[in-house]
């Protein structure tokens, strides 16, 4: 399996415009994440899906913010309208529960650079 | 609130020197905990998962030990080598449900 793919793996947009960065999870994987990486606040959780259901939106920031999982194998991030303090890489994660030793591994993708001007 | 903290955020040593690095969390109330490794601009890849009934667990020249009771783990890298540089961070994971608390991470370098 090629691993969970993100792309862009770089966005560099201005403030107000619309961005959607897209995740792709390991096939077979029932959870996926959402997280966001900056220095000032490290790694948050911003939302998950089981199934293709939102479990878990507590961390989504702003209403600016949305996440859908159409299918299985799809999910993006929208952020809309875009600030400059939405700069961060996002990170997507999937996971599987079929097994107890699975449970609770995350594999993660690349990430996406987002830089807002 | 969970809050996971670890110490030091940097660290630096020779090729060969043993590493410790040190995680710590508030919430004892843990189904497990876990050291992943980040390479800059890259995501993160889990290293080592010990289940909150399991005092430790080793892969290769990897040991992590996990102490509930005290709120700490540590995991040491034996025989440093350069390609250990990275920054490795710990996540702890609730019973309830799937949201792992992060720390910061200790960044790693390992000089030739």
């Known amino acids: 399996d090629a691993g969970v793919i993100q792309s862009p793996r770089h966005e560099v947009t201005e403030m107000g415009q619309e961005v959607t960065l897209r995740c792709k999870p390991i096939?077979?994987?029932?959870?996926l994440f959402w997280y966001r990486q900056t220095m000032m606040r490290g790694l948050e959780l911003l939302i998950y899906?089981?199934?293709?259901?939102?479990?878990?939106d507590s961390g989504m920031p702003e209403d600016r913010f949305s996440a859908k999982m159409p299918n299985a194998s799809f999910s993006t991030l929208k952020i809309q309208p875009s600030e400059p303090r939405d700069s961060a890489v996002y990170f997507c994660?999937?996971?599987?529960?079929?097994?107890?030793?699975?449970?609770?591994?995350?594999?993660f993708g690349a990430g996406t650079r987002l830089s807002v001007l | 609130k969970q809050e996971v903290t670890q110490i030091p955020a940097a660290l630096s040593v020779p090729e060969g020197e043993n590493l410790v690095l040190n995680c710590s969390f508030t919430?004892?109330?843990?189904?497990?905990l876990q050291w992943f490794r980040q390479d800059p601009g890259k995501g993160l890849t889990s290293l080592l998962l010990?289940?909150?009934?399991?005092r430790e667990q080793t892969s290769g020249r990897l040991n992590a030990s996990l102490d509930k009771s005290s709120g700490r783990s540590t995991l040491y890298i034996a025989a440093s080598q350069p390609g250990d540089s990275a920054t490795y961070l710990c996540?702890?994971?609730?019973?309830?449900?799937?949201?792992?608390?992060f720390g910061a991470g200790t960044t790693v370098t390992v000089r030739a």
């Open positions: 994660a999937s996971s599987r529960t079929d097994t107890v030793l699975a449970k609770n591994i995350q594999y």
């Open positions: 010990i289940q909150s009934s399991q």
């Open positions: 899906f089981n199934n293709n259901v939102p479990i878990d």
């Open positions: 096939s077979g994987h029932d959870y």
């Open positions: 919430d004892s109330a843990i189904y497990n």
């Open positions: 996540a702890v994971g609730p019973s309830n449900d799937y949201k792992l608390s």
